[in-house]
C-alpha cells in the first residue's frame, strides 16, 4: 500500500464528485418557506459563520480580512461597513463583545458597542497547530474550543491582555464549539459527538453522548441541545439532567450542515448548496420548514430580529451574504436539480439522464425557454409549473465531441431569470467519470519519492485528502 503526498490527488475529487440527486432532495417539494430579501456579494470567497445581533450582523470570512461586520436595517439592501482581523473560521457575540476564532492564530476580541467595531485585544498562541474554532463566554472567561487540545480558558479580565490561564482536556478531543448554561460547558466534539463539562470547582467532564457524523457546532435553549452533524443532519438533545445528555431526534440536512443560528422555534443551518430553516417547537420532532438553493456553498446560518420587530435568516455564502425572511416566496421561484452533469464518455450511444426542475415559490413559474448547448437536447423546450411543482425532463448527450457549457433554464423568476446548468462530456483529461480508470500521473509521495500510479496497477492505492488553510 504507498501513501501519495495529501495535495497530490487533490484533482481526483472531480472524479469523486457525484452530480445524482438525492432521494431527500428529489422529494423535497412543495413551497419553500424562505423569501429572498437581499444579496450582498461583495466578499467572494469563504464566507464561514455570522452572528446577528439587531439590524447587524457579524461575519467570519475564511480569506483575507476575517472579521465583517453588515448593515441588514434595510434587508433588501445589506451594506458591508466593515471588514478587518485575520481570517476567522468563526464568530461568537456576546453582548457588547465579539470573538473571532481564527483557526490557527488564536482569537481576536472586538468592542460591538459602535460601528466599525474596535479590536480590543488578541491572543495569538506560539503553536500554530492548534486550530481556535469556537467557544463560550462566562463572566471573564473564554471558553475557547481548541480542536486538538481541549477547551484552552482565556483570561479576560485585563484589557489588552488575553492570555491562556488552564486547559480543559477531554478523553477525546476535536472540539469544534462550544456553549456554556447553568455551570456546564456544552462542546461539539467532532467525531466524538457531544461532551459535557461542569465548570463547578476543577473544571471535568462528566458526560459524553456519542452522535454520527461530525459535531461542528452547537445552540442551546433551555434544556435542549442542538448540534449540526455535518453529512449526518442536525440532532437535538436533551440535558435535564447534564450528566445524562439523551438523544430526542436526528434529522437529514439537504448537505452538509455547518454552522447553525437559533432565535425561538427557528434553527437556521447552512447546508452547504442549500440554507435550510427548521421549526424546533418541539424538539423531539423538528421539522424543516423551509430551504433555499444558494449562488455557492452555504456555510453558515443564524437568525435575528431586526429593531422593526422583523425576523430575518442571514446566510454565509461563498459567494458573499444573503438575507432571508422566513415566509414562503410570493413569486415562481425555480431550481434546477442537479446543479451540473458530467456524462463521462459518449461514444456512439447517446446518454441521458433526468433532470428535475422544481417551483419552490407561491406563485405560478414560467420557464419560457430550456436552451441546450450543442450536442445536447431536452425533451421540453419550456415548462409551466404551479406553487410547490416538480417536473422531470430528460437531458440527452450525443457525439464525440467535447462539452463544457450551460443549459440555459430562462424563466420569469425575478431573482434568478437565468439558471446555468452546466453539461459536461468526452472531458477525460479534466472530468473522468466516476468509475473509469484514472488517468496517469507520477508524483512525490510522503517518503519524498516519485511514484506513477501506473505502477501500482492491481494494487490497493491510499490516497489522504488534505488541505492547509
Known amino acids: 500500500m504507498t501513501r501519495f503526498a495529501a495535495a497530490s490527488a487533490a484533482f481526483l475529487l472531480v472524479a469523486l464528485a457525484t452530480q445524482a440527486l438525492t432521494g431527500e432532495a428529489r422529494a423535497q417539494n412543495g413551497v419553500d418557506g424562505m423569501r429572498l430579501?437581499?444579496?450582498?456579494?461583495e466578499e467572494f470567497a469563504h464566507m464561514m459563520d455570522f452572528h446577528v445581533v439587531g439590524d447587524y450582523a457579524y461575519a467570519s470570512n475564511g480569506l483575507g480580512a476575517g472579521f465583517?461586520?453588515?448593515d441588514i436595517s434595510n434587508p433588501a439592501i445589506p451594506i458591508r461597513v466593515n471588514a478587518k482581523g485575520l481570517s476567522a473560521w468563526r464568530v461568537v457575540v456576546?453582548?457588547?463583545?465579539a470573538f473571532s476564532f481564527t483557526h490557527s492564530r488564536g482569537v481576536e476580541v472586538y468592542d460591538v458597542s459602535s460601528v466599525p467595531p474596535i479590536l480590543l485585544d488578541a491572543f495569538d498562541p506560539a503553536d500554530a497547530s492548534i486550530s481556535y474554532e469556537g467557544g463560550a463566554r462566562l463572566g471573564d472567561r473564554l471558553y475557547a474550543a481548541a480542536h486538538q487540545i481541549g477547551i484552552e480558558v482565556l483570561d479576560l479580565g485585563t484589557p489588552g491582555d488575553l492570555h491562556p490561564i488552564s486547559r480543559i482536556t477531554l478523553a477525546d478531543n476535536a472540539c469544534w464549539n462550544a456553549v456554556e448554561s447553568g455551570g456546564y460547558l456544552y462542546v461539539a466534539n467532532g467525531r466524538f459527538g457531544l461532551s459535557v463539562v461542569n465548570l463547578a470547582g476543577t473544571p471535568t467532564e462528566i458526560a459524553t453522548l456519542a452522535l454520527p457524523g461530525l459535531a461542528n457546532d452547537i445552540e442551546i435553549a433551555g434544556a435542549t441541545l442542538f448540534l449540526s452533524l455535518a453529512a449526518d443532519g442536525i440532532a437535538s438533545v436533551d440535558v435535564t439532567d447534564p450528566a445524562h445528555p439523551v438523544l430526542l431526534d436526528r434529522v437529514?440536512?439537504?448537505?452538509n450542515a455547518f454552522s447553525m443560528g437559533l432565535e425561538g422555534d427557528i434553527l437556521a443551518v447552512g447546508s452547504y448548496p442549500y440554507a435550510e430553516r427548521f421549526d424546533v417547537s418541539d424538539p423531539a420532532a423538528i421539522e424543516r420548514s423551509g430551504w433555499d438553493a444558494t449562488l455557492v456553498y452555504a456555510m453558515g446560518a443564524d437568525v435575528g430580529v431586526l429593531s422593526n420587530g422583523d425576523t430575518v435568516v442571514v446566510v454565509a455564502d461563498w459567494r458573499g451574504m444573503a438575507v432571508y425572511a422566513p415566509a414562503d416566496d410570493p413569486v415562481g421561484d425555480i431550481d434546477v436539480y442537479p446543479h451540473h452533469i458530467d456524462f463521462g464518455r459518449v461514444d456512439a450511444a447517446p446518454r441521458d439522464t433526468t433532470v428535475v426542475?422544481?417551483?419552490?415559490?407561491?406563485?405560478?413559474?414560467?420557464?419560457?425557454?430550456?436552451l441546450p448547448p450543442s450536442d445536447t437536447s431536452v425533451s421540453s423546450s419550456s415548462l409551466v409549473l404551479g406553487p410547490g411543482e416538480s417536473e422531470e425532463i430528460t437531458v440527452t448527450v450525443a457525439g464525440t465531441n467535447g462539452v463544457r457549457a450551460p443549459i440555459h433554464y430562462f424563466s420569469d423568476d425575478p431573482e434568478e431569470g437565468d439558471v446555468l446548468q452546466m453539461i459536461y462530456k468526452n472531458n477525460a483529461a479534466t472530468f473522468p467519470q466516476v468509475g473509469s480508470e484514472a488517468p496517469d500521473f507520477t508524483l512525490l509521495g510522503t517518503d519524498g519519492q516519485p511514484h506513477t500510479l501506473s505502477d501500482y496497477r492491481g494494487r490497493v492505492i491510499y490516497l489522504e485528502f488534505g488541505a492547509a488553510w
Open 94 to 97: 456576546a453582548g457588547d463583545t
Open 68 to 70: 465583517q461586520t453588515y
Open 37 to 41: 430579501l437581499g444579496r450582498n456579494n
Open 357 to 370: 426542475v422544481r417551483n419552490n415559490g407561491s406563485a405560478v413559474l414560467n420557464v419560457s425557454l430550456i
Open 252 to 255: 437529514a440536512t439537504l448537505g
